[in-house]
């Protein structure tokens, strides 16, 4: 801990004092113990000593016995940093004054020779505080020195009492507060900081606030934390992730946000646990951590939207898928066409037995189902742009309902959509309609041709969160099936290429919206999460 530093008064012509510290408090009582030795060695030693005590010897002995307590006192406060150091500070000050003062006048006065001494003491003491407070000691130390030759001179008479040299060091103890507040100072100042101060000043404020800039223009977030965990910076990025924008710092870490504070403590307790996503509780947003320790106990943060790392890699994904599909459509579509030609040429041959014609039956359903596969990993290549846009939610089910029944032939009742007016999302319109074409022809497929009711339905979840469901009454779905139904070339129904719920998962997250199918007593429900107009901003 350091003393503050003083404001200058209007006698400071602007310059600050230095700030005293512990290290200077040290400095002091090592000068103060090492007079105290001298002042013992010279009256021990010598027998016949006429200056020191000469006036009181036992009044001499009991003042630097005391004198020596308090200096030892001194570093033991110093050490234990109680009281604080500005406290300290000025209490050692008056303990100067007061017990050089005793020694002087046990000694003889101003005539001991122990004048000086105030001197040394008051040019250290006002090179640490301002002059107001510099007068303040001078006057004090006069007043002092002054008290003494006054009891002298009524004890002892008027003999023993010198006030011409007393007024001399009075003086003198106000010239030396004030060469050491003003001119001297000022000197120093002008010799040590003064070519460079100016352009410090600048490259240091222009560092700053390039650094500044730099931080909060950052895609990723960045948090600052000290070693004990308490909030020192936050950039816009990280304020927007963690749901933070008007907090105030410095915050507990815990406070801004315990989410990340949880994630810390176990990243801390196990290395390989800092690099997994965590999810904020207010916004439901996933956030991937990477911990960055920094010296003296800090931890730099750096915070990034999970999902949009996702998303980059699933861009990444269907760009290697798109090239496939080039290369499947190049070398399995035209064979395949010409495979398909050649068996609607054989069927229609006027010579051809029933046996042939169901095996031609077999091969013609395979070649259609194998196109169709094609058709669908083409469909991933092609889907690699996104073109977000706010749409009202109950408007566009409304549509696609009434779409769907008139396209199939399905009476009213078969597909219903109702929903929470006035509800907004954001997503790509084509990419939406898919997905619930997708999921309502499953619905119909799955149920092998029986009747099934399909509804459709929105919600908000939470405030800035859009969620649509899609039920129906048929068969269901195993659990064991629901485990895998999102992956890759996995059906449930024989004609089916597993490829549609694979599609409609990437195509959710690149909306950056998420799709689940629930469990439920009957039938199937699947619902979708859809990204705000915030969290699609951020």
């Given at each position: 801990m350091s003393l503050p530093t003083v404001l200058p008064d209007a006698h400071d012509r602007g310059i600050s004092p230095p700030v005293a510290d512990w290290f200077a408090l040290r400095l002091f009582g090592q000068y103060r113990l090492l007079m105290l030795v001298a002042l013992a060695a010279a009256y021990y030693a010598s027998s016949d000593q006429s200056t020191l005590g000469g006036r009181d010897g036992e009044l001499f002995e009991v003042a630097h016995l005391g004198y020596t307590v308090f200096a030892l006192g001194a570093f033991l406060m110093m050490r234990l940093r109680r009281p604080r150091?500005?406290?300290q500070f000025h209490l050692q000050s008056y303990a100067d004054i007061l017990f050089v003062a005793l020694l002087a006048y046990a000694s003889g006065g101003v005539q001991s020779g122990l004048g000086p001494w105030l001197l040394v003491n008051m040019a250290l003491l006002t090179h640490f505080t301002t002059l107001r407070h510099a007068f303040l000691f001078a006057s004090i130390a006069s007043l002092v020195i002054l008290a003494g030759e006054v009891?002298?001179?009524?004890?002892?008479?008027?003999?023993a009492a010198d006030f011409e040299h007393t007024a001399l060091l009075g003086g003198l103890l106000f010239v030396i507060a004030w060469l050491m507040s003003v001119p001297v100072r000022q000197l120093v100042a002008r010799q040590m900081t003064e070519p460079t101060a100016g352009r410090a000043r600048l490259d240091v404020r222009q560092i700053s606030e390039l650094n500044e800039e730099i931080v909060r223009e950052l895609d990723s977030g960045v948090v600052v934390v000290n070693a004990h965990r308490e909030v020192l910076l936050v950039n816009d990025t990280a304020r927007t992730l963690l749901a933070a924008e008007f907090t105030a710092l410095p915050l507990a870490l815990g406070k801004l946000s315990p989410s990340l504070a949880t994630s810390l403590r176990e990243a801390e307790q196990s290395p390989t646990l800092g690099t997994r996503p965590f999810t904020i509780d207010t916004t439901g947003q996933s956030v991937l951590p990477q911990y960055i320790s920094l010296s003296a106990g800090g931890m730099l943060i750096k915070l990034d939207d999970h999902a949009h790392i996702r998303q980059q890699f699933q861009q990444l994904k269907l760009a290697s898928l798109g090239r496939l599909s080039a290369s499947i459509a190049h070398e399995i579509r035209n064979p395949l066409g010409a495979i398909s030609h050649a068996v609607q040429l054989i069927e229609e041959s006027p010579t051809l037995d029933a046996r042939d014609a169901e095996l031609l039956s077999i091969a013609r359903?395979?070649?259609?189902?194998?196109?169709?596969?094609?058709?669908?990993?083409?469909?991933?290549?092609?889907?690699?742009?996104?073109?977000?846009?706010?749409?009202?939610?109950?408007?566009?089910?409304?549509?696609?309902?009434?779409?769907?029944?008139?396209?199939?032939?399905?009476?009213?009742?078969?597909?219903?959509?109702?929903?929470?007016?006035?509800?907004?999302?954001?997503?790509?319109?084509?990419?939406?309609?898919?997905?619930?074409?997708?999921?309502?022809?499953?619905?119909?497929?799955?149920?092998?041709?029986?009747?099934?009711?399909?509804?459709?339905?929105?919600?908000?979840?939470?405030?800035?969160?859009?969620?649509?469901?899609?039920?129906?009454?048929?068969?269901?779905?195993?659990?064991?099936?629901?485990?895998?139904?999102?992956?890759?070339?996995?059906?449930?129904?024989?004609?089916?290429?597993?490829?549609?719920?694979?599609?409609?998962?990437?195509?959710?997250?690149?909306?950056?919206?998420?799709?689940?199918?629930?469990?439920?007593?009957?039938?199937?429900?699947?619902?979708?999460?859809?990204?705000?107009?915030?969290?699609?901003?951020?």
């Open positions: 150091a500005e406290t009891v002298a001179r009524l004890r002892i008479g008027t003999a359903r395979h070649t259609v189902r194998i196109d169709r596969i094609v058709n669908d990993v083409l469909q991933l290549s092609n889907r690699q742009q996104v073109r977000t846009a706010p749409i009202s939610v109950p408007a566009l089910l409304a549509q696609f309902a009434e779409r769907f029944r008139s396209e199939n032939a399905l009476p009213p009742e078969a597909l219903v959509s109702e929903g929470e007016p006035g509800l907004v999302a954001v997503f790509d319109p084509g990419h939406l309609d898919q997905v619930l074409w997708n999921l309502c022809t499953n619905a119909r497929l799955h149920n092998d041709g029986r009747d099934v009711h399909i509804a459709l339905g929105c919600h908000a979840e939470r405030p800035g969160v859009a969620v649509i469901e899609v039920s129906d009454d048929g068969a269901g779905i195993a659990d064991i099936d629901r485990e895998r139904l999102f992956e890759p070339f996995y059906s449930t129904h024989h004609n089916g290429s597993g490829l549609g719920l694979y599609i409609i998962r990437e195509l959710c997250e690149l909306n950056r919206a998420e799709i689940e199918c629930l469990p439920v007593e009957r039938g199937a429900r699947f619902r979708i999460t859809l990204a705000s107009a915030g969290r699609m901003a951020a």
